[in-house]
């Protein structure tokens, strides 16, 4: 009976090393940090400054030309949507508890390394080399969702009610972009009617567009003007989640808005070292290793037994 | 590895039971399931939502389905790399319930895409391919199907070869002559396979990072899904043979069994250990509280149970026992999974998730078709062993 004792160590014993030989020795060693692109574009959202108008959501379904959303009433007639959702790719919501009162807008945060796009079989989300906007080609998406899994703040969304359903989330209107961009006051800036809807329609440019190292500056700049009117004077997507495109300031808690902290860690990290770590950092050593392994035992086993039945 | 000693025949017998007629019929309400699916889509059948895009028919379909079709893979390691011979009998039938759990499985995952027709292009497409660990499954679990049926193929040969044409008797000779050859190679590939996609199962759920529950979360979790599977490939094996036994009066192996119970029981008792260990080295047992503290504790008790049972070398010994064990292996290995996939995501408050009654039937329907295939390939294939148990021992 010990050897069946023997056994399971050994089964263990196989596992164990088929693992740890790969796994064990990769993933402690951390993934290069990705940069954004130099022209990467962005956005600026500055809680102080909306007024919760939502022009920045209707002018958004009008650019993508996405369906109403009913709201919860029985008569239809208001479109309300309450969330991101596969008609909304923009949002504003008011955050609303004891003192602290705080619109909120909610879109794609166009992540420096997306979970999404770590996620993709096929690179249907792909992050674009210039703009580094997450971008989404439906004709490389098997409809996995696994994109909405992986996703940190829950961004993609899915027609479920389509029988040919599409991933929906903001693009920052990229499909408007017909013309090179100009400097203009600071900021890169594309023709009127092709930068981001949301951003060309906000009375109060609480929400603004331009490259990233642009808005980070101009963020700086308002935090250095006015010190103690945000939060933790902190840029929220500096290097939240190994940094993100889109940038907040907020005179809340980020937690609170919808922005939990969730540590300067790229969101694929942990995934992508495990997996590369046995796959592609020795591309395919590993599994190819193991097959000869497997293969030099099956085989020496298989003489043994010949034999064995010889000598009978 | 003798394996010409070794007899497998046809159970025989009539095929449409009432048993085996529910099957098929709840297989049918599944099937029905299926087509309002393809033509209305996932919102109209389910309750997948937004928040929770995925749910039963991904962690248990495909996730757990794929584990029980982990007996292949768990008894091959024990014949074909630990050399123990003796556990041969259980490989072929173990060979079907692995084609049949990752058939399904794959049927489950082209049923749950939202753009099923887009599938041929994830294996065509290689200038396309990434580093996700879904798609290193995808590749891995198709590839694993084909070879499976290329496994179980002598069944169909040895089929043949007792056909009354000697066209197919010619084909079957030299099917079975290149399996003896290539039998190795195929094998090896067998067993690689598995090791590379049940280990990134659990990869797939490092990705959400922050949205999956700190007592998932572990940069282990590839290792916990392979040495779960393996588990759960045990208890599988432990099931089948006494439900042919049963079904189809076919002798036990009792002995064997409990041996392999015996495997069974250290290989648990090591991932009970490895998973307490992993969480409290991490700190995160302050985090068992709650109702997934509950899901955490029952995922450990049930096969802590089983562990209890299988110490005893009498209990080891007894049918009945062993089949209570297998059990709680499955049912605590499934938990693990299901915790891992479902219970551990949290995508926020504003969102809630349980199966809709036509995800439970689709569900339930696969796992009947699986039964159904079972029973109809035993019939009229030479899966199972040796002969009939004599009457005086049947139960």
């Known amino acids: ?312 | 590895m003798s394996e010409h000693a070794l007899v497998h025949r046809p159970v025989g017998g009539k095929l449409l039971t009432p048993g085996f007629v529910a099957l098929v019929a709840l297989g049918i309400a599944g099937g029905l399931v299926m087509l309002y699916r393809f033509v209305f889509g996932l919102g109209a059948v389910s309750n997948l939502n937004n928040g929770y895009p995925w749910g039963i028919w991904i962690a248990i379909d495909v996730v757990i389905g794929t584990a029980l079709g982990c007996g292949g893979y768990a008894v091959g390691i024990l014949v074909y790399i630990l050399n123990r011979g003796k556990y041969h009998p259980l490989v072929r039938p173990a060979i079907l319930t692995s084609l049949l759990g990752y058939g399904f499985a794959g049927l489950g995952v082209v049923i749950d895409l939202g753009r099923f027709w887009e599938i041929w292009k994830v294996p065509v497409y290689f200038w396309h391919w990434s580093h996700s660990p879904q798609l290193e499954v995808a590749l891995c679990v198709m590839t694993y199907v084909a070879v499976l049926a290329v496994e179980l193929s002598p069944a169909l040969l040895e089929k043949m070869q007792t056909s009354a044409s000697s066209g197919y008797r010619r084909v079957a000779d030299v099917g079975l002559r290149f399996m003896d050859r290539a039998l190795v190679w195929i094998v090896a590939l067998g067993l690689l396979l598995p090791t590379m996609h049940q280990s990134s199962l659990g990869t797939m759920m490092l990705l959400p990072g922050p949205r999956v529950h700190p007592l998932w979360f572990t940069p282990w979790l590839p290792f916990l899904f392979l040495v779960n599977c393996i588990v759960i490939g045990y208890a599988i094996v432990v099931i089948e043979a006494t439900f042919s036994s049963l079904a189809f009066h076919r002798e036990r192996h009792t002995a064997m069994i409990g041996s392999l119970s015996k495997v069974a029981l250290w290989v648990t008792l090591f991932w009970i250990a490895f998973r307490l260990i992993d969480v409290a080295i991490r700190g995160t047992l302050p985090f068992v509280t709650g109702a997934r503290g509950v899901a955490f504790v029952l995922e450990l008790l049930l096969p802590a149970t089983a562990v209890g049972i299988l110490l005893s070398e009498r209990r080891r010994a007894n049918p009945a026992w062993q089949i209570r064990a297998a059990i709680l292996l499955l049912g605590g290995g499934a938990l693990f999974r299901i915790d891992s996939y479902l219970v551990s995501y949290m995508p926020g408050a504003n969102f809630s998730y349980f199966p809709s009654v036509s995800e439970i039937v689709l569900t339930l329907g696969m796992i009947a078709l699986e039964l159904a295939f079972y029973i109809a390939a035993v019939r009229f294939f030479p899966i199972l062993s040796g002969a009939p148990a004599p009457a005086s021992t049947r139960s």
């Open chain 1, 1 to 312: 009976m010990a050897v069946d004792r023997r056994t399971a160590l050994k089964v263990l014993a196989g596992v164990g090393a088929a693992a740890s030989a790969a796994a064990v020795a990769t993933p402690v060693e951390a993934r290069e940090r990705k940069v954004a692109p130099p022209r990467a574009m962005g956005m600026l959202y500055d809680t102080t400054r909306c007024i919760g108008c939502k022009t920045c959501v209707v002018a958004c379904k009008r650019a993508n030309e996405r369906a109403t959303e009913p709201g919860p009433f029985a008569d239809k007639i208001y479109d309300a949507p309450l969330d991101l959702d596969a008609n909304t790719k923009n949002v504003i919501k008011l955050y609303k508890e004891g003192n602290y009162e705080s619109f909120v807008k909610a879109q794609c945060m166009h992540c420096i390394d997306p979970a999404c796009a770590a996620a993709c079989m096929l690179h249907s989300l792909h992050k674009n080399e210039t703009t580094g906007v997450v971008e989404y080609d439906s004709t490389l998406c098997v409809g996995c969702r696994y994109c909405q899994v992986a996703c940190p703040f829950g961004v993609p969304k899915f027609e479920f009610a389509n029988s040919a359903p599409r991933i929906v989330k903001c693009e920052l209107c990229r499909h408007r972009v017909k013309d090179a961009a100009t400097v203009v006051n600071g900021f890169t800036r594309y023709p009127k009617g092709q930068g981001p809807a949301c951003c060309e329609v906000c009375p109060r440019e609480a929400v603004i567009y331009g490259t990233r190292d642009e808005l980070l500056a101009e963020a700086k700049r308002r935090i250095a003007a006015d010190p103690g009117r945000y939060y933790q004077d902190h840029i929220y997507g500096e290097t939240e989640v190994g940094g993100t495109q889109v940038l907040y300031l907020s005179h809340v808690p980020f937690a609170k808005i919808g922005l939990p902290d969730y540590g300067t860690k790229a969101g694929p990290d942990t995934a992508l070292s495990v997996q590369d770590g046995i796959y592609y950092k020795l591309p395919f050593v590993a599994p190819v290793a193991l097959y000869a392994a497997l293969a030099v035992v099956g085989f020496r086993n298989r003489r043994a037994a010949g034999q064995e039945e010889g000598e009978r």
